[in-house]
């Protein structure tokens, strides 16, 4: 299963951007979405994720930033509002769930997207 996301970009603080991904392949089921990101020198952490239960965010971005997704579409978008320096960062998708390898086997993946940077500017 494949990964490509898009909709990173330059922005000023306080500006908005949309993140999009969408998985494709012989996906059977998706039971899980989620952004991550990696701020320059620092550690990859999880943003938000979504999945049948729910949605759950990064302390830091609670209030500005909102997961969703399009399960017809195979697609989960970010919106980020009220950007701040701190939120540069190169972001990634990740999916995982269930796919079709034969006709007997459905086998779990767990997917990245390329990554996508967001600078933003104070």
């Known amino acids: 299963v494949q990964l490509q996301a898009s909709g990173g970009g330059l922005v000023q603080a306080g500006g908005s951007l949309r993140l999009s991904c969408a998985a494709s392949?012989?996906?059977?089921?998706?039971?899980?979405m989620a952004w991550y990101r990696q701020p320059p020198g620092k550690e990859r952490e999880l943003v938000a994720d979504?999945?049948?239960?729910?949605?759950n965010y990064a302390d830091s971005v609670k209030g500005r930033f909102t997961i969703s997704r399009d399960n017809a579409k195979n697609t989960v978008y970010l919106q980020m509002n009220s950007l701040k320096p701190e939120d540069t960062a190169v972001y990634y998708c990740n999916v995982r769930g269930l796919y079709i390898r034969d006709k007997n086997h459905i086998p779990g993946f767990h997917s990245w997207g390329q990554g996508t940077q967001v600078t933003v500017s104070s």
């Open positions: 392949g012989s996906i059977f089921r998706i039971n899980n």
């Open positions: 979504i999945n049948s239960g729910g949605s």
